[in-house]
């Protein structure tokens, strides 16, 4: 079965950076489209960054531009978030997500393939 694995999970403290990956091995890489989206405590889940199949596009929630950015290599068929500044309201579990198409989108129900998630804690 497809599924995309996350790792790079961990305490950090507020002000940290972390990345995370998430490697997609058995689906056509590098003709789709990847999301990152994350799910609180009691709180719906939030999307938080998408890219197209080449890179060349991105879109980031407002509460992480500037402090986030998301990057793939497709030829390791991986993506990335880089988290700079992390802030106690990041903290969360993160997922993976990827979508049968080549356009970056911001909406979960886009995505098809869904990672098992990674924890993001940051300690204030």
């Known amino acids: 079965q497809v599924q995309p694995v996350e790792s790079g999970g961990g305490l950090v403290q507020a002000g940290g950076s972390l990345r995370l990956s998430c490697a997609a091995s058995g689906l056509p890489f590098s003709s789709y489209a990847m999301g990152w989206f994350r799910h609180a405590p009691g709180k719906e889940r939030d999307f938080v960054a998408t890219?197209?199949?080449?890179?060349?596009?991105?879109y980031y929630a407002d509460s992480v531009k500037g402090r986030f950015t998301m990057y793939r290599d497709n030829a390791r068929k991986t993506v990335y978030l880089q988290m700079n500044s992390l802030k106690p309201e990041d903290t969360a579990v993160y997922y993976c997500?990827?979508?049968?198409?080549?356009?970056?989108?911001?909406?979960?129900?886009?995505?098809?393939?869904w990672g098992q998630g990674t924890q993001v804690t940051v300690s204030s």
């Open positions: 997500a990827a979508r049968q198409g080549s356009a970056a989108s911001t909406i979960g129900s886009d995505y098809y393939y």
């Open positions: 890219i197209d199949y080449s890179g060349g596009t991105t």
